[in-house]
């Protein structure tokens, strides 16, 4: 099984243990590699959500939840790879947001596959070329 970041749609999945195939494919995971890896963006997405509901006994619980997975930083080399996938992907008229650019670049500059649910987005990635792996924990 090839290490991993997981998007923050699945991580959010992860933490709620509601949809059988993603926990089912969560511990799958977690007993091969011991911890999931995420990208700071989606620790980032995460927390702005829980700030912008108020919900700050569940956002004190996600930190020390968190606190045991693996954070990727944002580095030089992917930020300046996310620069170039936002670029092309607004040059051929199918941007993705901010965040999206960013994960991807950096399970790719890391050489790791990428798990979401939102395959949609990231497969124009690969369209551009990237060399993105990519999985869905939902199926």
């Known amino acids: 099984m090839n290490q991993a970041i997981l998007d923050t749609d699945i991580y959010s999945e ?3 243990s ?4 993603v926990a089912r494919n969560a511990a799958i995971y977690r007993g091969f590699h011991g911890a999931f890896t995420i990208s700071a963006i989606t620790l980032m ?9 108020q919900y700050t006994r569940r956002m004190r619980s996600f930190l020390a939840t968190v606190a ?7 580095d ?3 930020a300046e790879l996310a620069g170039r996938i ?8 199918q941007p993705i947001g901010t965040a999206a650019p960013l994960i991807a670049a950096t399970a790719i500059v890391h050489g790791f596959d990428l798990i979401t649910g939102n395959t949609a987005h990231f ?14 924990w939902r199926q």
Do not use: W, Y
């Open 14 to 16: 992860v933490l709620k």
């Open 18 to 21: 509601v949809d059988p195939n």
């Open 45 to 53: 997405e995460i927390v702005q959500g829980f700030e912008r509901t």
């Open 68 to 74: 045991v997975d693996d954070i990727l930083e944002l």
């Open 76 to 78: 030089e080399s992917a």
């Open 86 to 93: 936002a670029g092309g992907l607004d040059r051929v008229g």
């Open 123 to 136: 497969q124009r990635v690969q369209q551009l070329g990237h060399a993105l792996v990519l999985a869905n």
